[in-house]
């Protein structure tokens, strides 16, 4: 079964087939939902659609507006406090993590909610709101709060979010590399740390040319005083 193939290739965890289909809520989250993502094509149906996804969430944890558009192959893995709004779209092969949000911030009838593109990977706790465009293959890193468009590959991190370094993105591009919770695990690649990095090495730099000008001076002075108490 490749939906189930693919979830062994995202989670180590996973032993069997049966206790994929028998254990994990993002699976029956899904499944619930494409019954009532039918349902919800049928103008009379839209109610016993909701009511479907409302007993998904009861039993998941999971809260998936049957109105979203969703492709192949979605993994929700361990899943509690997922919420994905009414006008959010999301590609194939897409892995969410718990407590995550595609969540709306106005109040027109029209597209609101974030549309995900191939292949992306949200971290557990992240929050994506407004009708943002998540690019293919991008990855969202653990508790990001994402309010504008993503470009493909990039991998972004923060409050509010912003995008690691650029030789990350092209290594990643080359190889589509599945990195667990969207966060990568060199901490150089976050843009605040090097920041951080680079200062406290120019500040180290300072303190030893202080410190050495001072011996320097200590050493001048310390001569100047030996010729006033001479003789000559």
Not at 179 to 186: F, L, N, V
Not at 207 to 232: F, H, K, P
Request: overall charge negative; glycine content about 10%; charged content about 20%.
């Amino acid at each position: 079964m490749p939906y189930i193939d693919s979830i062994f290739a995202r989670d180590p965890a996973a032993r069997s087939r049966l206790e994929v289909l028998l254990c994990y809520p993002g699976v029956h989250a899904v499944a619930i939902y494409r019954v009532a993502h039918l349902l919800w094509q049928v103008r009379l149906l839209k109610l016993p659609a909701r009511l479907l996804t409302y007993l998904a969430r009861i039993i998941t944890g999971i809260e998936i507006h049957p109105g979203a558009r969703i492709g192949k192959a979605l993994f929700i893995d361990h899943g509690f406090g997922v919420v994905i709004g009414e006008t959010a779209s999301i590609g194939d092969d897409v892995t969410i993590y718990h407590d995550v949000t595609l969540g709306g911030t106005s109040l027109h009838q029209g597209v609101r909610h974030p549309q995900v593109g191939n292949g992306v990977i949200i971290g557990a706790g992240a929050q994506l709101l407004g009708p943002i465009r998540i690019g293919d293959f991008a990855r969202i890193g653990s508790n990001a709060v994402v309010i504008s468009d993503v470009a493909p590959q990039a991998t972004m991190v923060g409050v509010p979010a912003r995008a690691v370094e650029e030789h990350r993105e092209r290594a990643r591009a080359a190889s589509h590399v599945f990195e667990a919770y969207g966060t990568p695990q060199d901490s150089h690649a976050y843009p605040t740390l090097a920041a951080l990095d680079a200062m406290a090495n120019d500040i180290k730099a300072l303190q030893e040319r202080v410190a050495e000008l001072e011996a320097r001076e200590a050493g001048i002075a310390s001569t100047a005083t030996q010729w006033e108490g001479s003789d000559v």
